[in-house]
């Protein structure tokens, strides 16, 4: 079973259209987050949510809109896709919030804006 | 910026060869951690070291901390084509702040 799943694993849309990827996690940890990888490989983190609540937003557009129903999904939809939203987005999930705990990853979602 | 800095960025070395990568940083922490990424596919993580240790060992890998220095470095040992990913220091920090990652280092083991 994979532990840090995420879906799609790619997708490519046009310019302004409103796009979704999802994630969920079988560890039973409280923390969940999204990241975003750039071309060269840089990785940020948008979004920290401890138990259903979101406890980071790191100065990331409101057209990126995190939701979490419950501590094992968090999704992350994007409204009015840009050229400069393509990138790679990583969601994973750690046992605790905070800097000492180690991440587990899922395997990304490749997002093409044309 | 609390972001850490791989050296070198890309390094090729032949199998059997020792790779060795090192990972500086600007403020100060409570853990520094190792991660794989393979192409296409998502982060691994390799080690842990608290900032109040200078060493470490996994396996292959040796990992050291040096706090006067913020600088760690990540050796790997008698290196297989399997190695071959990029590597990325990641700095803890306290309370709520999420680790952040460094830009890597590519790695390339040659058979």
């Known amino acids: 079973d994979t532990a840090v799943s995420q879906t799609p694993k790619y997708l490519v849309t046009q310019m302004g259209n409103d796009k979704s990827i999802k994630c969920e996690q079988n560890?039973?940890?409280?923390?969940m987050y999204w990241y975003k990888q750039d071309s060269k490989k840089f990785l940020k983190i948008m979004f920290s949510?401890?138990?259903?609540?979101?406890?980071i937003n790191e100065t990331v557009p409101n057209r990126f809109s995190p939701k979490s129903p419950d501590k094992a999904h968090l999704n992350l939809h994007i409204n009015s896709l840009e050229l400069g939203d393509s990138a790679v987005y990583f969601c994973?999930?750690?046992?605790?919030?905070?800097?000492?705990?180690?991440?587990?990853f899922g395997s990304g979602t490749q997002l093409s804006v044309l | 910026s609390q972001q850490g800095e791989e050296d070198p960025q890309a390094l090729s070395i032949q199998e059997g060869e020792n790779a060795t990568m090192n990972c500086s940083y600007k403020?100060?922490?409570?853990?520094l951690q190792w991660y794989r990424q393979n192409s296409g596919r998502g982060l691994v993580h390799l080690i842990l070291?608290?900032?109040?240790?200078r060493e470490k060992h996994s396996g292959r890998l040796r990992v050291t901390l040096d706090t006067s220095k913020k600088s760690s470095s990540l050796l790997i040992t008698a290196s297989r084509a399997a190695d071959t990913a990029s590597y990325f220091c990641a700095t803890g920090h306290s309370g709520n702040t999420p680790l952040v990652f460094g830009k890597g280092t590519r790695l390339s083991v040659i058979a």
């Open positions: 949510y401890n138990n259903k609540e979101l406890i």
């Open positions: 994973a999930s750690s046992q605790a919030a905070g800097g000492s705990e180690k991440l587990f």
């Open positions: 560890l039973g940890h409280d923390t």
């Open positions: 070291i608290r900032s109040n240790e």
């Open positions: 403020t100060s922490i409570n853990n």
